[in-house]
């Protein structure tokens, strides 16, 4: 049985990456970014390369229309999403008093409303199928203290409680959810947010290439493991940021909530 996997971001770094990874798994995919140019070279490569389909969905996250339009192309298409990656992202570089309201809300807009909006669409028809992957780009910062005029840290800090709660909610029904907490990763985003030149004083051992990312992620959400700290560097710096490990912060937020059904 060929499975569908639905990628945001997929036009570099860490989304072409899961797109390369997934179809040389013979994953059939549909790639969404802004740059439609970029899609539809990759899209080229990987059927040139694997016997998969692939469809391209040019949108920008940031509007507030784009979850729903990319899902009535998935139904034009007859394409039925298995796995999702939400990985689309930016961050921020100016202090939050001096920005725009429209420029923090296109953040909020493409990291939390886009990636909570997707995952809610996708999930009824997986349940039906009994079978689901998500996985949704968190960061090593969720679990760092504050950052100064940062929405950033806030906003995967959510995406990772969020993943655990829907793992929580999902997994009895096949859906498994992981929270991708990558840190320091080659790719453009430093580029895009201008932070090139402070990254590339990093030292060289805290960084990852986005294929190695990939990979543990891929196979942490398959394990069902809700969070997943790829590299030992990275697994280090989180489990020394939070005095509770990550395994049963999960365990007691599942069995004492209150409130579930």
Known sequence: MTRTALITGASAGIGASFAKF????????????????????????????????CAVFASDLTDAKAPAAIMAFAQEQGIVIDMLINNAGLSGKTAFAETPWQTLA???????????????????????????????????????????SLLY???????????????????????????????????EFHDVMGTRDTANHLPAILWQQP?????????AVMKGKPVCVPGVVNKVIASSMRPMPESARYFLGKTFNPFKN
């Open 106 to 148: 296109n953040e909020i807009q493409l990291m939390v409303t886009a990636v909570t909006e997707l995952a809610h669409r996708v999930v009824p028809s997986m349940k039906q199928r009994g079978w689901g992957r998500i996985i949704n780009l968190s960061s090593l910062a969720a679990f760092s203290p504050p950052a100064a």
């Open 153 to 187: 840290t806030g906003i995967k800090s959510y995406v990772l409680n969020i993943s655990e709660s829907l793992d929580m909610e999902l997994k009895p029904y096949g859906i498994h959810v992981t929270a991708l907490c990558p840190g320091f990763t080659h790719s």
């Open 211 to 219: 294929d190695a990312v990939v990979k543990e992620a891929y196979e």
């Open 22 to 53: 997934l179809a040389a798994q013979g994953y059939d995919l549909l790639l969404v970014a802004r740059r439609a140019e970029r899609l539809n070279e990759l899209a080229h490569e990987l059927t040139q390369q694997y016997p998969i389909k």
